[in-house]
T-cell receptor
Framework: AQTVTQSQPEMSVQEAETVTLSCTYD???????LFWYKQPPSRQMILVIR??????QNATENRFSVNFQKAAKSFSLKISDSQLGDAAMYFC??????????????FGEGTQLTVNP | DAGVIQSPRHEVTEMGQEVTLRCKPI?????LFWYRQTMMRGLELLIY????????DSGMPEDRFSAKMPNASFSTLKIQPSEPRDSAVYFC???????????FGNGTRLTVT
């Protein structure tokens, strides 16, 4: 079974600074997808960014970018120019393409990000 | 696009009562998921459907939990009888095909006293 690990329960950053959230995963599959979701206090689950495992290029969405290291099974999220609205719980997630695992989405434990003014 | 719609947003009930949570997925999506979120256990997949058929219900805690998807636009998660340890936020999510992101509803916060 696939597992996703976020080793940082909490992180903090100063407004306008850059922060990196870590994520590692374990899988024996070669085709899969990785995601970062954001959950603010409103409890909505908001997609931040996605990465296809077959793509070598790291995904970027405005101030959000990832560092995808397939061999190391690492998928970190970098937030540049942090804003107060970025404060939230961030979840790393894995989605398999394998027939045995179906299309479930497996989440990490989450990292609570605080942005200090 | 209205997104995934869940109801109710909040539910407070007494132990032993039946609880039914409802979900309307995004039109055209063929996969539907039910997740439970608690502080202790994080986000857990309870069950998911592909084309209205349950694919994996191994995450359903026990026989008190059941889920149905009678058609492509509606699903229910039922707890009977409810217990205090069922208190959690329950999310419904849908997606178009495997590999695409899941779109989540706003969740139902269930409190069982």
């Amino acid at each position: 079974a696939q597992t996703v690990t976020q080793s940082q329960p909490e992180m903090s950053v100063q407004e306008a600074e850059t922060v990196t959230l870590s994520c590692t995963y374990d899988t024996s599959e070669s085709d899969y997808y990785l995601f970062w979701y954001k959950q603010p206090p409103s409890r909505q689950m908001i997609l931040v960014i996605r990465q296809e495992a077959y793509k070598q290029q790291n995904a970027t969405e405005n101030r959000f970018s990832v560092n995808f290291q397939k061999a190391a099974k690492s998928f970190s999220l970098k937030i540049s120019d942090s804003q107060l609205g970025d404060a939230a719980m961030y979840f790393c997630a894995y989605r398999s393409e394998g027939e045995t695992s179906g299309s479930r989405l497996t989440f990490g434990e989450g990292t609570q990000l605080t942005v200090n003014p | 696009d209205a997104g995934v719609i869940q109801s109710p947003r909040h539910e407070v009930t007494e132990m032993g009562q039946e609880v039914t949570l409802r979900c309307k997925p995004i039109s055209g999506h063929n996969s539907l998921f039910w997740y439970r979120q608690t502080m202790m256990r994080g986000l857990e997949l309870l069950i998911y459907f592909n084309n209205n058929v349950p694919i994996d219900d191994s995450g359903m805690p026990e026989d008190r939990f059941s889920a149905k998807m009678p058609n492509a636009s509606f699903s229910t998660l039922k707890i009977q009888p409810s217990e205090p340890r069922d208190s959690a936020v329950y999310f419904c999510a849908s997606s178009l095909i495997t590999g695409t992101p899941l779109h989540f509803g706003n969740g139902t916060r269930l409190t069982v006293t």
